[in-house]
């Protein structure tokens, strides 16, 4: 084992897909990372009863998986430090209070917060995709035809569009573009602020950047996307995003896998605990 252990995300398709008794035994010996957005989406089903989703989150967390944040905290972390996030995920003092009992996972099923919770991320994955590119389309439409018909000759395949996509940022500066993106509260010194592609904040403006321009492609060729499609986004976005710090991701789901290879094509992205490498493995002991 390599003196810096490997972290896998596993998302709700994984989740959801593999036996937890199986996924629990592949947490004993594995940095498996349970993060809040698995926790959200857990406590918000509606085609699974949330109450025993949560209590197969906590079994996996119990088992040894561990819970992490997700982009708010890392941001607000770098703004207030200058500095980029540091490689390791786990957030030990949530992980420690969810194994103790401590924090009460189903409680939150008795209170508002998860309804709360949704509409707070319906309401910002709408302003972030679904406005956004309605308002860029509208935009190209009336003054930069010659990019519509680019964007129409983007590959059909998504993986390979996606792959496109990043290929165009990825030879631009985001600095500027983070700073105003991010809330000037949460930033200490915006020249310090976000200087590479090592950065969180970074990679959640380029993960944010591609989403609205596929949903550009998508209203090009006619599509119109809704609201629910657009929540979904956001959560795939979270996921994918720990990719820049994790060295693996469990999922189900053909879109978040198509959008973390295209985005860290370097990254282990996997539908099954068997096909993660051998140099996964920790022997903690």
Request: charged fraction near 30%; proline fraction near 4%.
């Amino acid at each position: 084992m390599s003196t810096r252990p490997k972290q896998i995300i596993v998302d709700k398709s994984a989740f959801i897909g593999i036996n937890i008794d199986k996924l629990c035994d592949f947490a004993q010996n594995h940095l498996l990372l349970a993060c809040d957005t698995l926790m959200y989406e857990c406590a918000t089903a509606t085609k699974q009863e949330p109450r025993d989703m949560l209590h197969n989150y906590k079994r996996l967390i119990e088992s040894g998986a561990y819970y992490c944040s997700c982009s708010v905290v890392f941001i607000q972390s770098e703004g207030k430090n200058c500095c980029s996030y540091p490689w390791f995920l786990p957030d030990l003092d949530a992980t420690e209070q969810i194994r103790t009992g401590k924090a009460r996972l189903e409680n939150v099923l008795d209170s508002a917060v998860p309804e709360k919770a949704f509409q707070s991320h319906c309401k910002i994955a709408k302003a972030m995709f679904v406005d956004l590119s309605d308002k860029l389309k509208r935009g190209i439409d009336s003054e930069r035809l010659e990019v519509g018909k680019e964007i129409k000759n983007l590959p059909l395949d998504r993986l390979t569009r996606l792959q496109k996509l990043f290929e165009q940022i990825d030879t631009s500066d985001l600095h500027n573009m983070v700073v105003d993106s991010v809330l000037k509260d949460w930033i200490k010194n915006e020249t310090k602020f976000c200087l590479s592609s090592e950065w969180i904040s970074w990679q959640y403006v380029r993960l944010n950047y591609i989403i609205v321009w596929d949903y550009c492609y998508s209203r090009q060729m006619g599509g119109m996307p809704g609201n629910r499609r657009a929540e979904h986004d956001y959560q795939d976005m979270e996921y994918a995003l720990l990719l820049s710090r994790a060295d693996g991701l469990l999922t189900k789901d053909k879109k978040l896998a198509e959008l973390a290879k295209a985005a860290f094509p370097k990254r282990n992205v996997v539908s099954s605990p068997e096909e993660i490498p051998e140099d996964y493995l920790c022997r903690w002991n």
